[in-house]
């Protein structure tokens, strides 16, 4: 007998990010959540604050702003002002590196207004200053009530963690591999310092954890691993993933394969966006990996055939991607008037082969006729050839039954 088995989630805690109404809670067996970082100059708060609202709107529901300088440190409450002015109630983080210790001291208005803050326990200062600088950190989000994620990289692991360990590892009588001893030392860094800010205060519930690297395999072993042995909620992303398809794949490659093993409270996708390259793929590529899973809806699906030779006109196509922008265009007024529209189908197949068949699968199906039929599309409603359209206007047509299929099916 084959069974689809529902996906079961690893246990970890509950960390609430954001403030009274607003909040996202990660973990604790929480619907995954999708988020994303901005890649404006912080201090820049304006736009700042503009690609975060872009962000948001397209589903991020937490985002992620450098505060690299203190010009950045200074931008930060009034990018808070402004999203509060443009009802944009999305939680902020923080990402630090190098001098977070002094940034959050010096500008207490910056550390209030920011929801989480990231710490890479790899650049918090030089080998003398590291624990001094970690705790002054840890000691900023006691007092502000913010939680942290603890965000190991390979790019930049705690190169002295890493020396001790390579030393132990010499003088074993079967030294570990050095891939292996790479996850280890991602894997100690992260937990370690987990571990630390508990003895520092930190309640445990405010403590979230990655350990990045930028190659799938490499990703997949390393969660594996420290999901066994960590009850903290997990970040998940391919770290420098890359640029168009490459990054989108490789991302999803490493993500489906953790996240149908229950691993990953919150999700990322990194991609490398091309020169005035639209910010918000990311999001839609984060939010179509969890959709295809079945793990969350987000907004109706499209199931669109390849086409071939069968249909060599271009209408097919076009009916598709016009139907896709369409539902994805609707989905901010849908999703507050509309219950469960997210997880309508709409199929929009190219002929007669698998058109029918598909279409009476989806909630709202259409087949254009291929090469050689007759002129006419059936559509299907529930399973139901309702009607034919012809003609020139097949498009405003179609696009008219979606809109009152949803205003009857969906209505709260
Ligand atoms: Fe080709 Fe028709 Fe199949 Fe689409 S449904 S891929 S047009 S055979």
Same mark, same amino acid.
């Given at each position: 007998m084959i069974v689809n088995k529902p996906l079961v989630r690893k246990h970890t805690h509950e960390v609430i990010v954001g403030w009274n109404g607003h909040e996202v809670k990660v973990g604790g067996g929480n619907p995954v959540v999708v988020q994303s970082m901005t890649n %404006?100059? %912080?201090?820049d708060a304006l736009n700042t604050a503009l690609q975060v609202k872009a962000l948001y709107l397209a589903g991020s529901e937490v985002v992620r702003i450098t505060v690299n300088n203190e010009e950045a440190a200074k931008a930060v409450p009034y990018i808070r002002e402004q999203l509060d002015k443009m009802r944009i109630p999305v939680p902020l983080v923080g990402d630090f590196h190098y001098n977070g210790h002094l940034l959050l001291q010096k500008f207490p208005d910056c550390a209030r207004s920011l929801s989480k803050y990231r710490i890479n326990p790899g650049n918090v200062g030089s080998a003398r200053s590291r624990d001094d600088n970690y705790a002054s950190m840890i000691e900023m989000a006691i007092q502000h009530d913010k939680p942290v994620r603890i965000g190991v990289n390979w790019g930049s692991l705690d190169q002295s963690l890493l020396a001790r360990m390579m030393d132990e590892n010499a003088q074993l009588a079967d030294p570990l591999p050095p891939e292996q001893l790479m996850y280890q030392a991602l894997i100690e860094s992260a937990l370690s310092s987990a571990y630390k800010a508990i003895e520092l @205060?930190?309640?445990?519930?405010?403590i979230l954890l990655s350990c990045k690297v930028s190659q799938v395999q490499d990703l997949i072993a390393v969660y594996r691993e420290l999901s066994k042995r960590s009850p903290f909620p997990l970040h998940l992303g391919l770290t420098e !993933?890359?640029?168009g398809s490459k990054g989108i794949v490789a991302s999803t490659a490493a993500l489906a394969v953790l996240l149908q093993e229950g691993i990953g409270d919150t999700i990322r996708i990194s991609l490398t966006p &091309? $020169?005035? #390259?639209? +910010?918000t793929k990311e999001v839609i590529v984060a939010q179509e990996i969890l959709q295809s899973m079945g793990l969350r809806a987000f907004t109706p699906q499209v199931i669109a055939c390849p086409g071939c @030779? +069968? %249909? %060599? *006109?271009t209408v097919f196509q076009e009916l598709a991607q016009q139907i896709q922008n369409y539902l994805r265009d609707q989905m901010p007024v849908w999703k507050n008037q509309f *219950? @469960?529209? &997210?997880e309508m189908k709409v199929a929009v197949m190219g002929c007669v082969v698998n058109g029918p068949g598909e279409s009476k699968h989806a909630d709202i199906g259409i087949s254009l006729p291929g090469t #050689? &039929? !007759? $002129?006419s599309a059936p559509v299907f409603l529930d399973g139901k050839r309702v009607t034919t359209l012809k003609g020139e206007r097949i498009a405003e047509e179609f696009q008219a039954i979606v809109q009152r299929y949803v205003e009857q099916r969906y209505v709260k």
């Open positions: %404006t100059d %912080t201090a @205060g930190l309640p445990e519930n405010k !993933a890359g640029m &091309e $020169p005035n #390259g639209d +910010r @030779g +069968r %249909t %060599t *006109s *219950s @469960g529209v &997210e #050689g &039929e !007759a $002129p």
